[in-house]
């Protein structure tokens, strides 16, 4: 088993409490944006609508929405965006369509506080010296493994990936002064 624990979607929104994990369909919370998702199954391609669940933040007190984008185009509509709502976020380029910094190279990270940008980290660039050691299969089992190895000590977190923590916590910081 991956999960110690089972979390089953919920069929109606409700309130949650401190550490309380829930899963709400995206259907619950706006049915038409479901709609907007579904198309894909129809065209093959992501829409704008992706991008979009991206920046929802179901929470209603003080929060930070970690949020990725998959192609370049979209930091800058994404960044704006942010900036609208006044949002407290961290937006970076992600790894196959997650909020995550891809281990082997460092993305461009950037921070808003109350919607005001915060430049965290530029990207890495050039050729890599060496990659990290990650696995070599990419199924569930594997990364589960190398997950619980890293969290054990076992295997170093890559850089990429402490950054990004780093990042985090930073923000987060930044939230609890203000």
Request: neutral net charge.
């Amino acid at each position: 088993m991956l999960l110690a624990h089972t979390v089953r979607a919920l069929a109606a929104i409700k309130s949650i409490a401190n550490g309380e994990i829930a899963f709400i369909p995206t259907e619950l919370l706006c049915a038409g944006l479901q709609r907007l998702l579904d198309v894909r199954r129809i065209i093959g391609v992501r829409n704008t609508a992706h991008s979009l669940v991206k920046l929802m933040n179901p929470c209603a007190c003080q929060s930070l929405l970690v949020s990725s984008y998959t192609h370049p185009e979209y930091a800058e509509s994404m960044a704006a965006t942010l900036e609208l709502v006044q949002a407290n976020a961290l937006l970076l380029r992600g790894t196959e369509g997650e909020a995550v910094a891809d281990p082997r190279r460092v993305p461009r990270m950037q921070g808003f506080v109350a919607g005001q940008p915060v430049q965290l980290q530029e990207p890495q660039t050039g050729t890599l010296p060496t990659l990290p050691d990650l696995p070599t299969e990419i199924d569930a089992n594997s990364t589960a493994t190398y997950i619980r190895r890293v969290m054990a000590g076992e295997n170093p977190v890559p850089t990429p990936i402490a950054q990004q923590v780093a990042h985090i916590l930073s923000l987060v910081g930044r939230l609890c002064k203000g």
